[in-house]
Nanobody, 115 residues
Framework: QVQLVESGGGLVQPGGSLRLSCAAS????????MGWYRQAPEKERELVAV???????NYADSVKGRFTISRDNAKNTVYLQMNSLKPEDTAVYYC?????????WGQGTQVTVSS
């Protein structure tokens, strides 16, 4: 059974940084893709960043140049480094794994950007 556990969320001031972690219960090396999504109140869940099995990375336009997704296969963990945070980045951030055609989600971690 695949389990994804996010951590690292919290309250940060505008312009600050956070690093989110997503620890998987299975090898992420075998995944097709690992990604971060977010959902703000009364909005649909949206893609933030994804890293494909071949190493390619894609980002939402709103976070390009500020967020970086990375993976540590040895630790079965995916990270999202978030810099220059803005109030509009406030949301619940979810980790997603695509593996053998199935989608798996974590429980989410709250990120709040406010002064």
């Amino acid at each position: 059974q695949v389990q994804l556990v996010e951590s690292g969320g919290g309250l940060v001031q505008p312009g600050g940084s956070l690093r989110l972690s997503c620890a998987a219960s299975v090898s992420i090396f075998s995944s097709n893709a690992m990604g971060w999504y977010r959902q703000a109140p009364e909005k649909e869940r949206e893609l933030v960043a994804v890293v494909i099995s071949d190493g390619n990375r894609n980002y939402a336009d709103s976070v390009k140049g500020r967020f970086t997704i990375s993976r540590d296969n040895a630790k079965n963990t995916v990270y999202l480094q978030m810099n220059s945070l803005k109030p509009e980045d406030t949301a619940v951030y979810y980790c997603k794994m695509v593996r053998y055609g199935y989608n798996y989600w974590g429980q989410g971690t709250q990120v709040t950007v406010s002064s």
